[in-house]
Nanobody, 126 residues
């Protein structure tokens, strides 16, 4: 299973970015929960949010709620992270992850995810 993130970059505070995560190497993408995590400079990896298998339910960390939106296109085996009103504190490497063991929004821990992407850098300038 391979996950490839894209869409990171440098943006000013208040701006927006849309990250994509393309999944390959699985016979069926849709049954899996998908999650986004991030690791800021000098910080531990933290949960950002996740989306259930069908895409009709999402769950977010308080720090990004109402600013970030996760969606998925199962036909394209791709999950997205739309980030609005970005803040310098959002600067981090963003990772997508998936797990064949969950279909809902319950997995919020790193250890619950089986497969990870390589990460994409997001830098928010003040």
């Amino acid at each position: 299973v391979q996950l490839v993130e894209s869409g990171g970059g440098l943006v000013q505070a208040g701006g927006s970015l849309r990250l994509s995560c393309a999944v390959s190497g699985v016979s069926a993408f849709s049954p899996y929960s998908m999650g986004w995590f991030r690791q800021g400079p000098g910080k531990e990896t933290e949960f950002v949010g996740n989306i259930n298998w069908s895409g009709d339910s999402t769950y977010y960390a308080d720090s990004v709620k109402d600013r970030f939106t996760i969606s998925r296109d199962n036909a394209k085996s791709t999950v997205y992270l739309q980030m609005n009103n970005l803040k310098p504190g959002d600067t981090a490497v963003y990772y997508c992850a998936t797990t064949p063991y969950f279909r809902d929004n319950s997995p919020t821990l790193r250890t619950q995810y089986e497969y990870w992407g390589q990460g994409t850098q997001v830098t928010v300038s003040s």
